[in-house]
């Protein structure tokens, strides 16, 4: 076993990336379910919310390679602790927006900006730095199959 693997063993490596990635990709994924719970919490529109879920799409997507480069920089650690951040924070807000231009703001930009930015690009990078190169492969797969099944695990958690 080498310093590096002493150091940084691979499970706990994949595991905390598999965690995280069930977190951020499960909420998203599962927005649809809370739908009537935010257009009762806010009175807004049911187009108005689906709005926002749809710019939250799309910064999703065109978050993370921005962040990807950000991690390279300035380390994946940060990133990814502000990535959570951010979302906890539009996460929290949300349900105290009561205008269309809110519900974007925390929806569409904040919760989409932190869950892109503790998503794949970022997670891929560091799980595999942290790797022996013959393992690599394999173990990043590992941490990244899980996203499939954390829509239907958040999905279960969540009914009533």
């Not at 995280?20 to 009762?40: C, D, E, H, I, K």
Request: hydrophobic share 50%; charged share 10%.
């Amino acid at each position: 076993m080498t310093e590096d693997e002493k150091e940084h063993p691979w499970e706990f490596i994949t595991l905390a990336a598999a965690a995280m990635l069930m977190v951020t990709n499960g909420a998203r994924q599962s927005l649809g379910l809370f739908v009537f719970p935010v257009n009762t919490a806010t009175g807004l529109s049911i187009v108005t919310i689906s709005l926002a879920m749809a710019v939250g799409q799309f910064v999703w997507g065109a978050v993370q390679p921005i962040a990807g480069a950000v991690a390279d920089r300035y380390g994946a650690g940060r990133v990814l602790l502000a990535g959570v951040l951010i979302f906890a924070l539009g996460s929290a807000l949300t349900p105290f927006m009561t205008t269309g231009l809110g519900i974007v703001l925390t929806l569409g930009l904040l919760s989409a900006m932190g869950s892109g930015a503790a998503s794949f690009s970022v997670l891929i990078g560091a799980v595999a730095r942290h790797l022996p190169v013959r393992q690599r492969v394999r173990r990043v797969v590992l941490s990244t199959r899980v996203a499939p099944s954390d829509n239907s695990s958040l999905r279960h958690c969540c009914r009533r």
